[in-house]
């Protein structure tokens, strides 16, 4: 899924598929006593596989609640600490943006950059003194019509313009479990359970199938899937020990997360450092050309080699600084 923030910037997912592998332990065979009932072959041949094919089905009804609602349980690493939380993913037209304004309220840099000050028109009357004076302002009066045509002309471009931005509209765009800014992460699936069934406001209600969800969820039910698991934590230690230990699994998908967050979360400075033609998502790029194999994979790592260890860890500890600033921790 590739959309586009409201500042330009693109933010992908990548999701690879999770292989769960049932076992069924088998032990060594021994002699029968002659008054026990014996199996026939065909019998026995079966049991195993009934056995298997209970255990799968029961892990496919495991997913089924999240399948059904397009939700997904997510566990994110940072710094302090690992929690749970909530992601979909739905049209931008469906859904309201968190308000950030009590969030950004508390930023004493964020409300001084707010403060306007207002500049109040002075009228002015206009006195035609003579003819020559008329004329100006009748041929000023021209080059005013001329304008609207042009302005019509513009009009006509701005509805081509919104045409594009209801194509946008359609464009799938992330959404967390979060409140007024803030991404709420909880430290057991049991609390983040006893918060979706509490009724306590926050962004992810206005999903159409929450009401279901709050009904049906279970502790048990959240386990994310590996790809939906990511290690923030890990990230600029990584990228510290220098280009021969990055771990591209671990950076590709560190930077789906920060690109999802960040406009999920309103973080401008987090998608602008993670924007087009930037140095990290010039790492980004690299990264996956090496993960592709062949002689992408070969053109990836020279790229990589250009790319500075020290800026690299420099701005992702930025972005983890900022990301974690956003974060209201549940018990």
């Known amino acids: 899924m590739c959309a586009e923030s409201p500042d330009g910037t693109d933010y992908r997912r990548v999701s690879s598929p999770k292989h769960t592998e049932v076992s069924v332990?088998?032990?060594?065979?021994?002699?029968p006593d002659a008054d026990e009932p014996q199996l026939d072959e065909a019998t026995a041949a079966t049991e195993p596989e009934e056995a298997g094919d209970t255990v799968a089905s029961t892990g496919e009804a495991d997913r089924s609640l999240w399948e059904e609602l397009r939700i997904d349980p997510v566990e994110i690493?940072?710094?302090?600490?690992?929690?749970?939380?909530?992601r979909a993913y739905r049209p931008a037209r469906e859904l309201t943006p968190t308000d950030v304004?009590?969030?950004d309220a508390d930023d004493p840099f964020l409300a001084r950059g707010r403060e306007v000050v207002e500049e109040e028109d002075d009228d002015e009357t206009v006195v035609i003194l003579d003819e020559e004076v008329?004329?100006?302002f009748a041929e000023a009066d021209e080059e005013e019509k001329q304008s609207a045509r042009?302005?019509?002309?513009?009009?006509?471009?701005?509805?081509?313009?919104?045409?594009?931005?209801d194509t946008?509209?359609?464009?799938?765009?992330?959404?967390f479990l979060s409140h007024r800014g803030r991404l709420l992460l909880f430290k057991t699936p049991e609390s983040l359970v006893s918060f979706i069934r509490s009724g306590a406001p926050h962004d992810m209600s206005q999903l159409d199938g929450w009401n279901e969800l709050s009904e049906r969820v279970e502790p048990a039910d959240i386990a994310p899937l590996d790809e939906d698991t990511y290690e923030l934590d890990l990230v600029v230690e990584n990228l510290r020990g220098g280009h021969d230990t990055w771990d591209a699994t671990l950076l590709i998908e560190a930077g789906e997360a920060a690109r999802d967050l960040a406009y999920a979360l309103r973080l401008p400075a987090v998608l602008d450092m993670l924007s087009a033609g930037s140095s990290l998502?010039?790492?980004?790029?690299?990264?996956r050309a090496t993960a592709g194999g062949g002689i992408g994979a070969f053109m990836g790592r020279r790229r990589l080699k250009k790319i500075g260890a020290q800026t690299a860890s420099l701005g992702w500890r930025t972005i983890v600084g900022?990301?974690?600033?956003?974060?209201?921790?549940?018990?």
């Open 77 to 86: 690493a940072l710094p302090a600490g690992s929690g749970f939380t909530l």
């Open 150 to 165: 042009k302005g019509d002309k513009a009009g006509a471009d701005a509805e081509d313009d919104d045409e594009e931005e």
């Open 281 to 287: 998502d010039d790492l980004d790029e690299a990264l």
């Open 322 to 331: 900022k990301i974690s600033a956003v974060v209201d921790w549940r018990d």
């Open 101 to 103: 304004a009590e969030r």
């Open 134 to 136: 008329a004329e100006e």
């Open 25 to 31: 332990a088998r032990q060594s065979p021994q002699r």
């Open 168 to 175: 946008a509209g359609d464009e799938e765009v992330p959404v």
